[in-house]
C-alpha cells in the first residue's frame, strides 16, 4: 500500500480524507432466489441490493493512519429470511519512509452471503484477520521485505448447506508468512515475487487441516496506468494433513486488471486458479478455475453499453475409501448485458440483465436463472 494522492480525495473533514462511494444493484427481479433446480420450482423475488462505503486517511506526523468501511444493505421483498446487512471493517497503519516501509492492519467482515460458487446458501459467519509487512529499499527500484497474515473464518451455529453443518465443516484459521522482492520496472509497473508458506487448520475438521508452500510472480500496475491492476501467477504445493486426502502440486493464478483504449471502450479481465475447501467430506477440497471478462463501449456521449461473460470450474477431489463415482466437475457459467448512463465525473444510472447457469453430477446442485433491475454507482 502506498500513501494516498492528497489532490484526488473529494472531501476533506477537518485532517480526516475521506473518499466516499455509493452502489445500487440488483434492484429488480432475481426468478432463482434459492439457486434451485428446475424440479424444485425455482422462487423469484424483487430485490435490492444498497452498498455505503467509504475510504478513510489521517496524516500522523510522517505516516498514515488508514480505514476502510463498507456496509451491504441486502433486501428482498417477500423472503425476510433473505434480508442482510452485511459489514465491513478495517484499519491500519503505514510508514513509509525513505528506505523502509511498515504497513500493519486489521479488519473485520459480518456477513450472510454465500461463501463461493460452490454453496449455494447464504451463510452467517465472521472472519477476522491481522497483517504485517515491512519492506527494505535494497536498490535505487528494488526492495525486499517479509509479510505474515493471519486470518479466521467462524460460520455461525445452525448454518448448514445440503444437510451438512457449515460451522463443524468450515470453521478454521490460515497463518501465513512471505518474503517478497519488488523491483520497479517502470514508474507505473512493479515487479513483485514472492515464496509464501501457508497454514490451514480447521477447528472441528481436521480432515481438512494443510500445509502450503508456494512461489508467485506478477505485476502491479498503477491505476494511472494504460493497464492497471494486478496479474499473478505461481505455481502451489498443497499438502494435505490427512493420508486419505489427495494433495496437489500445480499452476496457480490470480489476475484482475482493466484496460481503456481511446477513451471510450474499456476492457476487464479477472482470472483465478486455486484450491478451495468444500463442504463435502468425500471431497474434502476442489480446484477452481474461472475467467471472467467485461467490455463497456461509450456508443454516444453519456451514453454506454456493456458485455459480461464469465465461467467457473470446480474440479473436486476424492478422498481415499469414499464411497463416490470418482472426481466430480461442477461448472458455472454467466453472461449478461447493460445499458448505462454517466451523469457527471462520477454518478452512472443503468439497466442490467444477467442469465447464471450451474451444471454438476449432483442433481441437486444444477440450477438456472436470470436477474434483471437498475444499478446506480457514485465514486471512484
Do not use: C
Request: no cysteine.
Amino acid at each position: 500500500m502506498t500513501p494516498p494522492d492528497t489532490d484526488s480525495i473529494p472531501l476533506r473533514l477537518g485532517p480526516l480524507l475521506v473518499t466516499p462511494r455509493l452502489a445500487l444493484t440488483n434492484a429488480g427481479i432475481d426468478t432463482n432466489v434459492f439457486n434451485q433446480p428446475d424440479a424444485e420450482g425455482p422462487e423469484s423475488d424483487f430485490t435490492l441490493t444498497l452498498t455505503p462505503s467509504a475510504d478513510l486517511w489521517l496524516r500522523t506526523g510522517p505516516t498514515w493512519v488508514f480505514g476502510n468501511i463498507r456496509e451491504d444493505i441486502v433486501w428482498f421483498k417477500e423472503f425476510v429470511s433473505e434480508r442482510s446487512v452485511n459489514s465491513v471493517l478495517r484499519v491500519g497503519w503505514l510508514v513509509p519512509l525513505n528506505r523502509l516501509a511498515l504497513n500493519v492492519g486489521t479488519g473485520w467482515t459480518h456477513t450472510n452471503d454465500r461463501p463461493g460458487y460452490e454453496i449455494d446458501a447464504r451463510a452467517d459467519r465472521q472472519e477476522r484477520d491481522l497483517t504485517g509487512a515491512v519492506e527494505v529499499r535494497t536498490l535505487s527500484r528494488t526492495r525486499l521485505g517479509v509479510r505474515a497474515g493471519r486470518r479466521r473464518i467462524a460460520f455461525e451455529e445452525g448454518e448448514t448447506y445440503m444437510g451438512v453443518d457449515l460451522r463443524e465443516e468450515l470453521t478454521r484459521t490460515t497463518t501465513a508468512f512471505a518474503f517478497v522482492m519488488r523491483h520497479e520496472l517502470t514508474p507505473l509497473t512493479t515487479l513483485a515475487i514472492s515464496l509464501d508458506r501457508e497454514q490451514d487448520r480447521f477447528l472441528y475438521s481436521a480432515l481438512r487441516d494443510s500445509d502450503t508452500g508456494r512461489v508467485q510472480a506478477g505485476l502491479e500496475f498503477s491505476p494511472d496506468a494504460l493497464i492497471s491492476g494486478t496479474a499473478r501467477i505461481g505455481y502451489r504445493n498443497f499438502n494435505p494433513e490427512a493420508a486419505d486426502v489427495p494433495g496437489y502440486s500445480g499452476m496457480t493464478a490470480s489476475v484482475d486488471v482493466a484496460y481503456v483504449a481511446l477513451d471510450a471502450i474499456r476492457f476487464g479481465v479477472q482470472v483465478m486458479r486455486d484450491v478451495e475447501y468444500s463442504y463435502d467430506d468425500a471431497h474434502p477440497y476442489y480446484l477452481q478455475s474461472g475467467i471472467t471478462g467485461s467490455v463497456r463501449v461509450q456508443i454516444y456521449g453519456p451514453v454506454d453499453v456493456e458485455s459480461r461473460l464469465g465461467a467457473q470450474r470446480l474440479s473436486y477431489r476424492m478422498r481415499g475409501g469414499a464411497e463416490s463415482a470418482g472426481d466430480p466437475i461442477d461448472r458455472v457459467g454467466t453472461y449478461g448485458v447493460g445499458i448505462g448512463y454517466r451523469i457527471g465525473r462520477d454518478l452512472r444510472i443503468g439497466f442490467n440483465v444477467d442469465h447464471y447457469e450451474r451444471t454438476s453430477d449432483v442433481a441437486l446442485r444444477a440450477y438456472d436463472g436470470l436477474r434483471y433491475g437498475a444499478v446506480a454507482t457514485y465514486g471512484r
